[in-house]
């Protein structure tokens, strides 16, 4: 059994990297805090997940008034 040599292995790895791209810019908007996040992962931000806190947010504070 020989696997099939009819594709470069440059396009395949190609059309691999392209896959993965998409799978990486599924950014989507934070529902509580407005931050790009990306889609089914906690915000980074505010550690909301579906409208809940899932991780606590740090203490740390950021020192720029509104
Ligand atoms: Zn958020």
């Given at each position: 059994m020989t696997?099939?040599?009819?594709?470069?292995?440059?396009r395949r790895d190609s059309r691999r990297k392209?896959?993965?791209?998409?799978m990486a810019a599924s950014?989507?908007?934070?529902?509580?805090?407005?931050?790009?996040?990306?889609?089914?992962r906690v915000c980074s931000e505010c550690g909301y997940y579906n409208g809940k806190p899932v991780v606590a947010?740090?203490?740390k504070e950021k020192q720029t008034a509104k």
């Open positions: 696997t099939s040599r009819r594709h470069s292995n440059s392209n896959n993965k791209r998409v950014l989507v908007r934070c529902s509580n805090c407005g931050a790009m996040r990306i889609s089914h947010k740090k203490v």
